[in-house]
Structure formats: C-alpha cells, structure tokens
C-alpha cells in the first residue's frame, strides 16, 4: 500500500489560499495600491501571503523528498 502525500496537497492548498489576497486586492484597489502594500513598512496582509507561499514551497519540497526516500 502506497501512502498518500499530504505535503503536496497542503502545498497546493497553501498555494491557493495565498494566492486569493493579492488577487482580490487587485480587483478592489488596483496595481498602484498593491504595490504600495507589498513595499510599505506595516506588516500586511500581501506580506503574510508570500510567506505563506514560501511556506507552501517548503511543503511541496518535502513531499517530493519524502515520496523519493518511498520509493527508493
């Protein structure tokens, strides 16, 4: 029996949920505003996304290294 990789799936899911803050503000404030968030000195809610990519990045990682020690 070949078990199921989680990490890739929270990675996936991580992907997605970071990727709905920079989109949606977007839409409702524009390209200039976006920008001055990511740049600006107050922690936001677009810095917070990259890192949760990052994080989700970190997660596929070791999915693939935990899916190659499987099967190797």
Known sequence: MIPKNVFTAF???FFLSAAI????NLI???????????????ITAEKLSIGVICLGLF????GYKKKDSIQG
């Not at 409702?28 to 107050?42: K, R």
């Open 59 to 62: 997660m596929l990682f070791l």
């Open 21 to 24: 803050i920079p989109i949606q």
């Open 11 to 13: 990675a996936v899911l």
């Open 28 to 42: 409702v404030w524009g390209p200039y505003f976006v920008v001055d968030f990511y740049i600006s000195p107050e």
